[in-house]
Every structure is written in structure tokens, then in C-alpha cells.
């Protein structure tokens, strides 16, 4: 067996999402917002899925982590249907999603507390992975005392802390200014690129297709009214990437032709 072969065939399925449809059900009439999702993620990548704002990425990534369910379809996580919250993955929210009245260290600590861990375990982790985001020093500081990207990085800690095989990011820069989210992307990709996450695998929701090229390995196309996945490209681009390279933006192209 040569390298390459080796490589393709120690690639396992981390997730697989079988013919997902999800429906709400609004004043008599039933609003489809996914609509036959399939996709496969395995171990080792880095997914973006792109696409209009209300195309039902929010709703898809919460159906990953069990937030939510399909109306139809299943999703599997390593061949067993998800069906509460799956302890294997985490979520980094848009809006950084913090309890205001709950220092950093407290927010970090949360979700460990809430899956039941020792206490000397979770110290253990808060303190790590504070001190990878950049966050020491601000162990006591609440959250109104921090600005967004800096809020961001308590997102980040929270979910990593949880050392989620699958880490599910919801339009994670979306909210901060252009400087502070081209920085945590970049320390974000540092981490990958080193195998310093305790991750397998990342999806990230965007509205940014150069954001998605930026980051992954393969950008997921989808288009809205119903939800659904229109095609996907390959990013086989070295890292650190430039966006003005010819070669970069030869793929916002294609996106672009996918989408219109
Ligand atoms: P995106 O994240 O792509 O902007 P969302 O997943 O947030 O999209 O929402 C997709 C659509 O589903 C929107 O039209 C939204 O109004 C609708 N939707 C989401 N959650 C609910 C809900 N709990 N009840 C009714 N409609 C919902
Ligand atoms: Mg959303």
C-alpha cells in the first residue's frame, strides 16, 4: 500500500447526515428549512458550509450536536444516531453566548461541571485552555469588562475545554471587527496546524466565502428557501493562505458560479 492509499484508508467517518429534512410549523403551514441534507464529514478535515443568511445553517449545526432534531432524515455520529446532546462535539456560538453574571473562568467551567467532571480535572482544563486563548490574567474578569474578540476567545476556551472530537463553529468572527477576527482566525489555524486542539474534525458556518476558503479544506455551497446543499469544492491551497493570490481567488470563482 503506498502513502496515499494509507492516508484514504485510515480516513474514518466522524459524522454522517443521511437525508435531513427539518420543518416548522408556523401559523397553519409548514415552513421546510433543510430539505435533504446529506454529507459526510470525516476525520482529519476542516468543513465550511456557506450561505445565505435564514438558509438554515444555524438550525443544521444545532441538529449536529443534538441541540435539535430532524422532522426527517438521520444523522449519525461514528454509526449511532444522535439523539440528545452529543458529548463528543461543541459548539462556538455567533454572539459568544456568555453568562454575563459568570466570571471567564466560570463560563469556561460550565459545561464541564454540567457533564458531571472532578473538580481537579476541570481546574486542570479551565487552566489550559485560558492560557491557550490568550486569556490569562482575565480569569476574574466578567464578560461586560472584555471586548467582542476577547469574549470570543471565552467562547473558544468554553468549547475546547469540552475537547470535542468535533468542533462546530456558528459564524464564530462574524461579530467582531475585521483586524481582531483575521487575528483569531489565524491563532485558530495555528492551533489546527500544530495538532494542538484536542479535535478531529471542524465544521464552520459562514456567510464569508473567503472566510470559508480561508479556513478549510472544503467549502459546502447552500442555497436557501428551502435549505439546501447546492455543491462542494476542494481547497487544496497551502496554509497560511493569501486571498489576493490568483490561485485563491480562481475558488471564490467557483463558489461564486455555484451559488449564483
Ligand atoms: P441561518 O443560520 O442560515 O441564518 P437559521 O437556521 O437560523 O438560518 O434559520 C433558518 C430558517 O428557519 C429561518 O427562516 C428561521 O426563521 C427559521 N427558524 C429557525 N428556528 C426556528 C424556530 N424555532 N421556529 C420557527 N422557525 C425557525
Ligand atoms: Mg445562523
Redesign the pocket.
Known sequence: MNSQQESINSKRKILEVRNVY?T???EDTN?V??EDISLDIYEGEFTSLV????????????MIVGLDRPTRGEILYRGEEVKGVNPKTALVFQNFALIPWLTVWQNVELGLEARGMKKEERERRVRYWIDKVGLDGYENAYPRELSGGMKQRVGFARALALEPELLCM??PFSSLDPLTSQNLREELLRLWGNKELPTLSIIM?T?SIEEAIFMSDRVVA?S?HP?RIIGEIKVNLPRPRNPRDEEFQEIVDKVYSLIV
Not at 51 to 62: A, N, V
Open positions: 427539518r416548522y410549523h408556523h415552513i428549512v433543510l450561505g445565505p443568511s435564514g438558509c438554515g445553517k444555524s438550525t443544521f449545526l444545532r456558528d459564524e458556518v456567510h447552500m436557501t435549505g
